[in-house]
């Protein structure tokens, strides 16, 4: 490569004697450059970068003393170094002369040319080293470079710290994470950077000692603190810098802000929970209608017509939230989706109210009201003839919004004294709201007058129901009368359902009953179970895992303080459970009835429960 060329200048007027120095000093790479006159000399190493210069002393116009002056006088030139060679014999003064000039040696012609090799050989060398030694040196400076361009760009935090567990390296990213400057830092010792927790600082502190005495490096889970206040999660990457016979080992800190990232694994567990539980709720749900549905029908047609509606009614619901991204559902859109799955007939159906938009259970719950409401209405009501009519009207009155719904037109109404599914569906499925239903039976037709709170659930209690239910050739659905004990359990218990999911407590309840049991309830929220528990002292309870959001830990500890055995009833894991309670028999939604009678059967066994007989 011609960087690696070492050049050397000889400057003498006699061209012969620079023919013979080109002779003596050919060695490998190195270059020699001639020139017949100072003058000439000084244009050359203004081009050019010498390891060494040979200077004739007696040279016509400016001498080698004179060229030597002038070369320690630029700053391009000073460090040449420069042997003096003549063929005057000479006095001591001449020669301090040439020293004084700026020469390391002094030749007399004729010289040896072994001497001269081995002389330049040296200043080669040296020259060689230099160059290393620079080269390296901007090595070294783009590495700095870089490693600086990282620190204060990173979003990794860069920290340095010494021996004694002094900061000696603070760049950018770490002023960026941590808030504090590089004034601020510089020569703490770690036992006092601010950055450290209290509950947290002797550990590291421990660790960077075990760090630098020579542990592995390892990465490290550390909160710290802002400047500001704030506790953050971090990873620490821990690394030794080795020593040197002068320079004791250093520890290199990377420290990276993983807050965000732990809250987004912490949100999608979350949201990976909630997906379960509501997709398990879903299922429950539909389990509960064609349990319902089938206990109800006296054929497979009755009941395929009957789940089919239902399941449909549900669908256009979700369609309708999934397109308003599951946040809310425009009440007339609510009813207009009916239409298209044929529930009701436009012609003869009239809506009337303002836009007001519903939460999605809320949505949900409320789709099956109309869905049996409607249905009704064309087996029994307004809609069996080729006469009747349907009005639906609404109005918000402060935080509530009611609904009045009227028939005219059909049949002659008579009260009926069984309670239908349809009708128990609609009364349940607004009392888990918090709101109320009341059926007033009418000479030209019944109506319905419903009460939907508008912000969650505030009046668990509320719900007003007529005991009758309307006749017709018969209901939509009628609930069976208890049947005979079949349970394997040495007596009857009562069993509190904790659920507010109406379908699903609705299904416990049946299959409770069925099973000879006393079922109370539902109970949709924590106070509303506390408040049974502590009236009616149950026997078991069947426990969901959550109540419309809210945690049930404090039900669970009021169980457990009380020794009254329970369950639970989830579509979350166990990991989502209250955890002093995540070992409690537990039933996973969907359910089969025979699982919650084998989990009724194990609540009785409990050894530290007296059951009562119901009553």
């Known amino acids: 490569m011609p960087d690696s060329i070492i050049k050397i200048l000889a400057v003498d007027d006699v061209p012969a004697n620079l023919v013979a120095l080109e002779a003596a000093l050919d060695q490998p790479g190195v270059e020699l450059v001639t020139a017949n006159s100072g003058e000439q000399a000084l244009e050359l190493m203004l081009r050019n970068d010498f390891a060494l210069a040979l200077l004739d002393v007696q040279m016509p116009g400016m001498d080698g003393f004179e060229l030597a002056e002038l070369m320690r006088g630029t700053e391009r030139t000073r460090a040449v170094p420069i042997i003096f060679l003549t063929a005057i014999a000479t006095d001591e003064t001449r020669r301090f002369r040439g020293f004084e000039a700026g020469a390391v040696d002094y030749l007399l012609k004729p010289y040896d040319i072994h001497v001269l090799n081995q002389k330049v050989s040296v200043f080669v060398e040296l020259a060689r080293q230099r160059r290393e030694l620079a080269r390296q040196r901007d090595e070294l400076a783009l590495a700095l470079g870089r490693l600086r361009a990282h620190g204060d760009n990173s979003p990794m935090a860069v920290i340095e710290i010494d021996s ?125 209608i064609a349990s319902q549905s089938f206990r109800h029908c006296d054929d497979i047609a009755a009941f395929r017509e009957a789940f089919t509606g239902r399941i449909k009614s549900l669908a256009a619901a979700h369609s309708l939230l999934s397109s308003a991204t599951w946040e809310r559902a425009d009440l007339r859109r609510l009813i207009a989706d009916q239409f298209e799955i044929g529930a009701v007939t436009p012609d003869r159906f009239h809506m009337d109210g303002p836009l007001l938009d519903l939460s999605p259970e809320l949505a949900l719950r409320f789709a099956l009201v109309l869905h049996e409401l ?242």
């Not at 989502?576 to 409690?584: I, M, Q, T, V, W």
Request: proline fraction near 6%; hydrophobic fraction near 40%; include cysteine.
């Open 164 to 288: 004694d567990l002094r900061i000696v390296t603070w760049a950018k990213g770490a002023e960026r994470l941590f808030g504090y400057s590089a004034d601020d830092m510089l020569g703490l010792l770690l036992h006092q950077a601010p950055f450290l927790p209290e509950d947290d600082r002797s550990g590291f502190v421990s660790s960077m000692h075990r760090l630098l005495e020579g542990e592995n490096s390892e990465m490290q889970e550390h909160r710290f603190l802002r400047a500001d206040g704030s506790v953050r999660a971090g990873e620490w990457y821990c690394s030794t810098v080795a020593g040197t016979r002068t320079r004791a080992s250093s520890g290199m800190l990377q420290v990276l802000d993983v807050t965000e990232r732990q809250r987004a694994m912490e949100t999608q567990r979350l949201l990976v929970g909630e997906l379960n539980h509501r997709v398990k709720n879903s299922l429950a749900t539909v389990q509960a």
């Open 374 to 615: 409607a249905t009704n209405a064309h087996k029994y009501g307004a809609f069996s003839n080729d006469s009747g009519h349907v009005s639906l009207a609404w109005r918000v009155e402060g935080d509530s919004v009611l609904l009045d719904w009227s028939e005219s037109g059909g049949p002659e109404v008579t009260p009926f004294d069984k309670r239908g599914f349809g009708s128990t569906l609609i009364q349940s499925s607004l009392v888990s709201e918090g709101g109320k239903a009341e059926l007033i039976y009418r000479p030209e037709g019944i109506a319905w007058h419903l009460r939907l709170p508008l912000r969650g659930v505030e009046n668990p209690n509320g719900l007003h129901v007529a005991e009758l239910q309307p006749s017709g050739a018969a209901p939509v659905a009628t609930v069976a009368s208890v049947s005979q004990p079949h349970s394997d359990t040495a007596r009857p218990l009562k069993i509190l359902v904790v659920e507010d999911e109406p379908l699903v407590a609705m299904d416990l309840m049946m299959e409770l009953e069925d099973a000879g049991h006393l079922a109370l309830g539902p109970a949709i929220s924590c106070d509303q179970a506390l408040d049974v528990i502590t009236s009616d002292a149950p026997d078991a309870v069947l426990l969901d895992g959550n109540l419309n959001g809210e945690p049930v830990d404090r039900v669970a500890d009021e169980l457990l303080g009380r020794g009254i055995p329970f369950a639970f009833v989830s579509g979350y894991g166990r990991e989502h459970l209250p955890a002093r309670h995540a070992e409690r028999p537990m039933i996973s939604k969907p359910f089969r009835a025979a699982e919650v009678l084998a989990a009724v059967q194990e609540l009785a066994s409990t050894p530290s429960t007296s059951p009562s007989v119901a009553a």
